[in-house]
């Protein structure tokens, strides 16, 4: 990435600050180092819907393109690499494809994806599935002092750098999956908000950082308060398996009251809420289900709880300046902003630092599934900081060693301090 002048200084500077990576979605080491891989696993994950909407024939179901025969790395390359690279040329300049690029240059050594380099870069990445890959990619390489996971539940001596999330139990969530984690029969109402605190305070003890609500994939994220006895009613409906007179409206009204609930146990077990705002991975998702401002009442209603909001609101970015200045209790995370857009989120950071403290904003995530991504996600992350800063030192609005203080409350100190990390 080519950054001149005082960017290009700050970017160097700004490379040297340790960073809490503050959302990831990894499978364990084990898992990776296992399973056969090349060169198309580099496309997996959110480059996914770029080759779909570039043209290449992925079927109709997101949740099966990883499974495709095209990224299954026991077959010959070349004759998948051929279907792959019509789409690939489609979009290797955008945001989406630039960290598998720059793995293959930093990382590995190699100047292009092309058809002449295929191959080697598949042989290269398989002599890395060996233990101490995560650790060598991201401590030794990225400077990566922790990284937050979201999970289904810790994975005990994975990566000691590691943190976790839990997921939400509240919304869209079968009965019997609580009452497997929880080890009880849920019979009524309270046997449910009981178990949820239960659920949340295990998940403290056993080590989670932070509750996730990814509720933003299924319907609109606004939780108003509801009444006892509405929820009640169709938690009864439900309980007796009637869900044939639950409409989605009933089935919500719940969730919204069971998602209030979560939020008191966490602010009791003194966890951070960490909701999903803005873009939907995937295709055909609904957009305006997840725009920010939604969440008003709960941030309003909850002064208690340490909300972090998960990507900007992407595109809706200016939403979270009016979120990140009107409510205390709230913080906007990066994460995943960077692969998205490098402009969009440039004008979002800079717009977010003229409005909101900057101790309330988080700078990086790189929410892959892909470790081998997370370099380039960073890159991009650490250049969008530096111009943004570089901008404001231009403007005389900070000195140069403000700016690096700021990047490091950006990148490091605001997410130790909001996760309560150690």
Same mark, same amino acid.
């Given at each position: ?37 090349d ?92 233990p101490?890959?995560?650790?060598r ?22 990566q ?7 997921r ?6 079968? $009965? ?31 080590g ?48 919204n ?40 009442? $709960? ?18 970015v200016?939403d ?36 909101v ?51 490091? $409350? ?10 309560? $990390?150690?």
């Open positions: 990435m080519k950054l001149e002048g005082l960017a290009a200084e700050l970017y160097d500077e700004i490379a040297q600050i340790p960073v809490v990576d503050c959302h990831e979605h990894l499978p364990t080491e084990k898992e990776r180092i296992e399973k056969p891989t060169v198309t696993h580099l496309f997996k994950h959110y480059c996914l819907a770029d080759l779909n909407a570039a043209g290449l024939d992925m079927g109709r179901d997101p949740g099966r393109w990883r499974s495709l025969p095209l990224f299954d790395a026991s077959q010959p390359l070349m004759p998948r690499w051929a279907q792959m690279k019509p789409a690939f040329e489609a979009i290797r300049h955008g945001s989406y494809a630039y960290p598998a690029l720059a793995y293959v240059r930093d990382v590995l050594g190699i100047p292009d994806i092309r058809d002449d380099t295929v191959e080697e870069i598949s042989r290269r990445m398989q002599a890395e599935m060996r101490g890959l995560y650790r990619l991201m401590v030794e390489r990225c400077g990566i002092r922790r990284a937050i996971q979201c999970t289904e539940g810790v994975v005990a001596g994975d000691d750098f590691f943190v976790y999330l839990i939400d139990r509240a919304c869209g969530v079968p $009965l019997g999956t609580l009452e497997r984690e929880t080890r009880r029969v849920i019979r009524t109402l309270d046997d449910y908000v009981d178990a949820l605190g239960q659920y949340v305070a295990e998940g403290k003890k056993a989670a950082a932070g509750y996730k609500v990814g509720a933003a994939y299924s319907r609109v994220i606004d939780f108003p308060d509801v009444p006892r006895g509405d929820a009640e009613r169709v938690f009864c409906r439900l309980r007796a398996k009637v869900s044939s007179a639950v409409s989605d409206t009933d089935r919500e009204a719940l969730e009251y069971l998602l209030r609930r979560a939020v008191e146990a966490c602010i009791e077990n003194d966890l951070p809420v960490v909701i999903h705002t803005g873009y939907q991975a995937g295709v055909h998702n609904d957009i305006r289900n997840a725009r920010a401002t939604h969440l008003w009442s $709960l941030l309003r209603d909850y002064p208690q709880a340490r909300f972090d909001l998960f990507h900007g609101s992407f595109p809706y200016e979270m300046v009016v979120l990140g200045k009107y409510f205390e209790n709230v913080s906007l995370n990066m994460c995943w902003m960077h692969i998205m857009s490098p402009e969009i989120s440039r004008r979002a950071l800079a717009a977010w630092l003229d409005a403290p900057a101790t309330k904003i988080f700078a990086f995530g790189g929410d892959y599934l892909v470790v081998e991504k997370v370099y380039g996600h960073l890159k991009l992350a650490r250049a969008d900081v530096a111009l943004v800063l570089a901008k404001k030192v231009r403007q005389g609005r900070m000195t140069e060693s403000e700016a690096l203080k700021v990047a490091r $409350l950006l990148f490091h100190d605001n997410a130790v301090a909001w996760y309560k $990390l150690s």
